[in-house]
């Protein structure tokens, strides 16, 4: 009886595929496109993201609301968060809770244990370390700066961090009166009142704060007559020249020119940060960090070097060959959908090419099975009838027959088969005649 019933299901089952194949492929097409739907959403951008960038009227606050501007015209929000510089961000980047996911930070100040969860988009801009000297001390060198009032910028910042290792590696971070860590305004009005002897300054020059002192009669520029030593000891330095007469050509100041060592600052990201987000924020780099500057000519940045972090693999693609062509061509969003969709629509068409392909197969294989299974119910029928006496009754057959005979009729089938069906009926006629003359 169980047989019996799973044997009508299939049945059932094979007739509903025989009637209704085209809606069957239709609904396959249907789940398939919802599944990628699906996919497509989860896949998308997010539509913000946050960056880490530093304290309050900074050189990285600056830029951190120019990245802002670039990405909103995108339709992109950025969210900024103020920080005490490039060690905070990197806590930050390093946190996967603290949601920031691009940040930056400053050549240098990442350690081997710090990479696993981060890359670099490459470098964006130089940063010179700027060395700013009270009126009683004559020149930068160690022994000038012993026993003297020294602030080297806020904990948590970049500045702070490289300049105490400079210190250390002089032997003087011990030998210093009072090592001071003041904000950079805090510093600047503590130098110019004469309450402290130096301050330094990791800084672009375009910086309010080095602007203000390097024209300021009260303080002097600190030349680093040892620049190439620190550029061989700490290879993400670079040296860099400031020109006499750059800050003010009537005053000629500085009154020479003047020797600095400059870190790198780096576009860093999470790892699992968007690839099309870091394609949008390399596409700002380059209209932000790619003029002519200082200490830079144009097209030098943003530039392909992982100093402290390996590129990305976006990030190596994009120095390579540039913005993808989808957002060359179209608006970022537009272009992030229609980059998703064709990652979606070829493995959905490679699915469902063999699916339309096999179900008109699978339709004509079901329908002359049908046929068959009459025919052989029919030549059964036969068998039994040429027994003779010894066989089912010809009422018993002639009912069977009937049965037989209803089912064919009843059978939908597309014009292709009548033929077929046309010679199913014929056989039955000829098999009721048979019976009707014993």
Request: glycine letters at 8%; proline letters at 6%.
């Amino acid at each position: 009886m169980f047989r019996a019933r799973s044997e009508g299901r299939g049945i059932a089952v094979g007739n509903l595929l025989q009637a209704n194949w085209r809606l069957a492929a239709i609904g396959v097409t249907a789940v398939a496109a919802f599944w990628g739907a699906a996919l497509l959403l989860n896949t998308m951008p997010p539509r913000a993201i946050t960056m880490a960038t530093g304290p309050e009227s900074s050189g990285f606050q600056m830029i951190g609301k120019q990245y802002q501007t670039v990405l909103e015209r995108a339709g992109e929000q950025l969210r900024l968060v103020e920080t005490a510089g490039s060690i905070e961000n990197l806590a930050l980047l390093r946190d996967p809770n603290s949601g920031v996911k691009v940040a930056l930070i400053q050549d240098g100040t990442i350690g081997k244990e710090d990479g696993p969860d981060l890359e670099s988009l490459g470098t964006l801009f130089y940063e010179p370390v700027w060395i700013f000297l009270g009126s009683e001390v004559r020149e930068l060198s160690p022994s000038a700066l012993r026993g003297r009032k020294v602030s080297i910028g806020p904990v948590g910042s970049g500045t702070h961090a490289l300049l105490f290792e400079l210190l250390k590696r002089n032997e003087l971070d011990q030998q210093v009166g009072e090592l001071l860590s003041l904000e950079p305004q805090a510093a600047a009005d503590e130098l110019l009142a004469g309450r402290i002897d130096m301050a330094a300054f990791v800084a672009q020059w375009d910086s309010p704060i080095v602007r203000q002192l390097i024209t300021d009669e009260r303080v002097r520029l600190g030349n680093f007559a040892r620049a190439d030593a620190y550029v061989a000891l700490y290879p993400f330095l670079s040296k860099v020249t400031v020109p006499r007469g750059l800050a003010d050509l009537a005053k000629d100041l500085p009154p020479t020119d003047l020797t600095l060592f400059a870190p790198k600052t780096s576009l860093v990201v999470r790892k699992e940060l968007h690839p099309a987000i870091q394609d949008l924020l390399l596409s700002a780099a380059v209209k932000i960090h790619s003029g002519v500057g200082i200490f830079q000519h144009a097209g030098r940045f943003p530039a392909a070097e992982g100093t402290d972090l390996p590129l990305s693999d976006e990030a190596v693609q994009f120095y390579k060959s540039g913005l993808p062509l989808l957002q060359s061509h179209f608006p970022f969003w537009m272009a992030s959908l229609i980059g998703r969709l064709l990652v979606l629509l070829i493995p959905i068409l490679a699915l469902l090419y063999p699916i339309m392909r096999f179900l008109p197969a699978l339709y004509n294989w079901l329908m002359r099975a049908k046929i068959a299974q009459l025919y052989g119910e029919l030549r059964f029928l036969e068998v039994e009838m040429e027994a003779g006496a010894g066989g089912p009754p010809i009422a018993d057959l002639i009912e069977r027959l009937d049965r037989l005979e209803k089912r064919a009729n009843q059978l939908k089938r597309p014009i292709a088969y009548e033929s077929m069906m046309y010679l199913l009926r014929n056989h039955i006629a000829v098999v009721r005649d048979q019976l009707k003359s014993r």
